[in-house]
């Protein structure tokens, strides 16, 4: 009787080992499949901020080169008058001619083009001149 009892314990022992075994399977593979999703989230998270950060340097290039192509529109809107070529018989007042701004230089009122950083400053009105 005791040499039963005493394999009826063993084998329950047993039987609890292989279940806890198989618990702690089960309970490790939920773990590593909710360590890769968390791995995947952070991956896609990293994916969507680069993404961003393009985006945000695309617009800003975009945004620079149409200031640049703005302000050569507007140089080229720019006009002045010259003194011309003398009147047909020679005589009297030079004709003035009207003269026009360059995409990359604009002119000033009196037909001259614009040119330095003071000259620049000083036509763009930016300190109220």
Same mark, same amino acid.
């Given at each position: 009787?005791?040499?039963?009892?005493?394999?009826?314990?063993? $084998? !329950?022992?047993?039987?609890?080992?292989?279940?806890? =075994?198989? /618990? *702690?399977?089960?309970? +490790?593979?939920?773990?590593?499949?909710?360590?890769?999703?968390?791995?995947?989230?952070?991956?896609?998270?990293?994916?969507?901020? $680069? !993404?961003?950060?393009?985006?945000?340097?695309?617009? =800003?290039? /975009? *945004?620079?080169?149409? +200031?640049?192509?703005?302000?050569?529109?507007?140089?080229?809107?720019?006009?002045?008058?010259?003194?011309?070529?003398?009147?047909?018989?020679?005589?009297?007042?030079?004709?003035?001619?009207?003269?026009? /701004?360059?995409?990359?230089?604009?002119?000033?009122?009196?037909?001259?083009?614009?040119?330095?950083?003071?000259?620049?400053?000083?036509?763009?009105?930016?300190?109220?001149?």
């Amino acid at each position: 009787v005791a040499n039963t009892n005493a394999k009826n314990v063993q $084998n !329950q022992m047993r039987t609890n080992v292989l279940g806890t =075994a198989r /618990g *702690q399977a089960a309970d +490790a593979q939920t773990g590593m499949a909710q360590a890769s999703r968390l791995a995947t989230s952070q991956a896609l998270e990293r994916a969507k901020s $680069n !993404q961003q950060v393009a985006a945000a340097k695309f617009n =800003a290039a /975009g *945004q620079i080169v149409g +200031a640049g192509l703005m302000q050569g529109f507007e140089n080229m809107g720019t006009k002045g008058e010259v003194d011309g070529a003398m009147a047909g018989d020679g005589y009297g007042p030079p004709e003035p001619k009207q003269v026009s /701004g360059t995409f990359f230089k604009p002119v000033n009122s009196s037909g001259q083009k614009v040119t330095g950083f003071k000259n620049r400053l000083g036509h763009s009105g930016f300190f109220g001149g």
